[in-house]
């Protein structure tokens, strides 16, 4: 079979746009999405996520947001706003499709050659790739000792799904980000919550609208180039309360932060050493742990390209690998946002035609010298 222009990996908001951006610009391709409906991360998030309680959700490029209930679930509302987007663009998007591998076709290391994409036993080949597979699919958490032998409940704040089955019970938190700080304001007025936290969490300061969000972008996007794992752009942005987490704040949640403990026991926490509001021997007793300590992207089916900088992360220049041209990385590190996977959905199409362009001139060039037609 013919080669695709470009073959898209994954439909949330990143993949989406490529494929809207490719399509305008006229390139052959297909979007290969694991799960079985669209809406990319957004279908699995929590019942208790409203629109009023996301930060923004960008509109996908040529399709206004339609007015939404600030109460409605945002596990709903987005999923049906990209399910219509798919159908009105007529989007080529294939699922359930779980891509396990993508391999160069021919000798590794010619930048020309193809690349050869693999879900279970099916395959397809294609000049270029971009790559929109997300985080959601890699929750993180950190090592602490003595974790195996607690009792208690745990779970990743990807499996958190409202407050309900945890009244009454001794809660630990564990993470910086904004996941943290929403779940506790869910959370604090009907269990008994504690806050611990690797580094002393950064507030921002002044009202919300005053974040410079292109500074932030820019840093994760200084990481970026130099091949560094990405920080999430959230990570950078600074913390802030929101009128629903008005009651955690007054029950003073917020300001009982704690460092780390130092291990796990079967019944709750210990901390070795002396920090702050913790001394060295001090024990809580905890019933359930929520992991709140984000997500790592989504990349090991693009072990075989051998990406990887010497830093641990896929150096970018744009969105285009710099160890393989031919591959495009959005929704990863500064895109990890709708607005940047919006805008990095755009890049990459942009940078797929042009590459297909350059092959395409260089290839008829070569004929042109092969069959003597260059005078
Ligand atoms: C709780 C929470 C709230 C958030 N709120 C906001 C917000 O308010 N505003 C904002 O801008 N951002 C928010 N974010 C971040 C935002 O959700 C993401 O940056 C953005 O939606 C990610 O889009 P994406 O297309 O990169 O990835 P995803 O939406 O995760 O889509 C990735 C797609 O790739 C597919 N996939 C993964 N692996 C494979 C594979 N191997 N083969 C085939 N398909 C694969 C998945 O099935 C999925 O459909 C939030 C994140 C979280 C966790």
Redesign the pocket.
């Known amino acids: 079979m013919e080669p695709l222009g470009s073959i898209v990996?994954?439909?949330?908001?990143?993949?989406l746009s490529a494929s809207y951006h490719l399509r305008r610009r006229g390139v052959p391709h297909v979007v290969?999405?694991?799960?079985a409906a669209p809406g990319?991360?957004?279908q699995h998030?929590a019942h208790s996520?409203t629109m009023a309680d996301?930060?923004?959700?960008?509109q996908l490029p040529d399709e206004p947001l339609p007015d939404v209930d600030p109460a409605a679930a945002a596990r709903d509302v987005v999923p049906a706003y990209f399910a219509d987007y798919e159908r009105r663009h007529d989007l080529p998007v294939v699922r359930p499709?779980?891509?396990?591998a993508v391999r160069p076709a021919g000798e590794d290391g010619d930048p020309h050659g193809l690349l050869v994409v693999e879900?279970g036993d099916r395959t397809w080949t294609t000049r270029t790739l971009v790559n929109?597979?997300?985080?959601?699919?890699h929750p993180f958490v950190p090592y602490v000792a003595g974790v195996p032998g607690f009792r208690g409940r745990q779970l990743h704040?990807?499996r958190y799904d409202g407050p309900a089955a945890f009244a009454g019970l001794r809660v630990l938190v564990v993470g910086g980000g904004a996941?943290a700080v929403q779940i506790i304001g869910e959370l604090a007025p009907v269990a008994d919550v504690s806050w611990v936290t690797r580094r002393a969490p950064v507030w921002r300061d002044g009202e919300v609208e005053e974040f410079d969000g292109r500074a932030a972008v820019a840093l994760v996007e200084e990481r970026v180039r130099r091949g560094l794992p990405p920080r999430s752009v959230?990570s950078v942005t600074g913390l802030f309360l929101r009128p629903q987490e008005e009651a955690a704040r007054r029950l003073g949640v917020y300001d009982r932060r704690r460092p780390m403990p130092s291990r796990f026991t079967a019944g709750g926490v210990v901390w070795d050493r002396d920090g702050a509001g913790v001394r060295a021997g001090d024990h809580l007793a905890v019933d359930v742990v929520v992991w709140a300590t984000g997500?790592r992207p989504?990349v090991d089916?693009l072990s075989p390209l051998r990406l990887r900088a010497p830093g641990g992360g896929i150096a970018l220049d744009g969105t285009t690998a710099v160890a393989d041209p031919r591959v495009q990385l959005?929704?990863y590190g500064p895109s990890?946002?709708?607005?940047?996977?919006n805008r990095a959905g755009r890049a990459a199409a942009v940078a797929v035609r042009r590459l297909l362009t350059a092959d395409a001139e260089a290839q008829a060039a070569a004929e042109d010298a092969a069959t003597g037609s260059v005078a």
């Open positions: 990996v994954g439909a949330g908001q990143a993949g290969l999405d694991a799960d990319g991360a957004w998030r996520l996301v930060h923004g959700v960008a499709v779980a891509v396990h879900a929109a597979t997300g985080t959601w699919r704040s990807s996941s959230v997500f989504v089916h959005v929704g990890a946002s709708t607005i940047g996977a």
